[in-house]
Antibody
Framework: QVQLVQSGPEVRKPGASVKISCKAS????????MHWVRQAPGQRLEWMGY????????KYSQRFQDRVSITRDTSAGTVHMEVSSLRSEDTAIYFC??????????????WGQGTLVTVSS | SYVLTQSPSVSVAPGQTATITCGGD??????VHWYQQKPGQAPVLVIY???DRPSGIPERFSGSNSANTATLTITRVEAGDEADYYC???????????FGGGTKLTVL
């Protein structure tokens, strides 16, 4: 069955960077794309970006495009997201979510369990 | 940027019908998906492409989309349906995924 398993919780100081991972299994990794979505405490879901796991093409939210980098390792079936210049407002749970195919308008049909990133001095 | 507007909360008694709306400019022309999120859990897809249900989602969940409003309807509401519900579209103008603000469904 499809599984997305994310890396564990992280604590960083303001100004630092964090790299979190999402390991996929149970399907053909390169036949789908992957989103990253975050959720601050008590807040809405917020889209950060997307990677086509087949060819590595990425799209980023304008809000984050200067601070976020999404990559994939096809041999490991893993997608990574690095967020730089962290600030306290970046404290949130970060989810990876599989896009059902490559079409940008497709649903996110499977989600990882989430990774809590805490930014605190 | 494209905005999706959801009512913050909806309350219904068990056995009744819950209607959750998602407003957006000409949303009827977009593909709309809906997610259920319970406290401390990841979202779960409950409706995709306006009205399709993934396997395992009860027939009590249905969706529609027209003009400026997409709607998620849950009939014969149960206590286990209590959750936050989010709508999702892809905005072709900005090439961004957009989520609504979420609606908290309370089962009285």
């Amino acid at each position: 069955q499809v599984q997305l398993v994310q890396s564990g919780p992280e604590v960083r100081k303001p100004g630092a960077s964090v790299k979190i991972s999402c390991k996929a299994s149970g399907y053909s990794f390169t036949s789908f794309a992957m989103h990253w979505v975050r959720q601050a405490p008590g807040q809405r879901l917020e889209w950060m970006g997307y990677i086509n796991a087949g060819n590595g093409d990425t799209k980023y939210s304008q809000r984050f495009q200067d601070r976020v980098s999404i990559t994939r390792d096809t041999s490991a079936g893993t997608v990574h997201m690095e967020v730089s210049s962290l600030r306290s407002e970046d404290t949130a749970i970060y989810f990876c979510a599989r896009n059902n195919g490559y079409y940008y308008g497709a649903p996110a049909d499977y989600w990882g369990q989430g990774t809590l990133v805490t930014v605190s001095s | 940027s494209y905005v999706l507007t959801q009512s913050p909360s909806v309350s219904v008694a068990p056995g009744q019908t819950a209607t959750i709306t998602c407003g957006g400019d000409n949303i009827g022309r977009k593909s709309v998906h809906w997610y259920q999120q319970k406290p401390g859990q990841a979202p779960v897809l409950v409706i995709y492409y306006h009205s399709d249900r993934p396997s395992g989602i009860p027939e009590r969940f249905s969706g529609s989309n027209s003009a400026n409003t997409a709607t998620l309807t849950i009939t014969r509401v149960e206590a286990g349906d209590e959750a936050d519900y989010y709508c999702h579209v892809w905005d072709t103008t900005t090439d961004h995924v957009v989520f609504g603000g979420g609606t908290k469904l309370t089962v009285l």
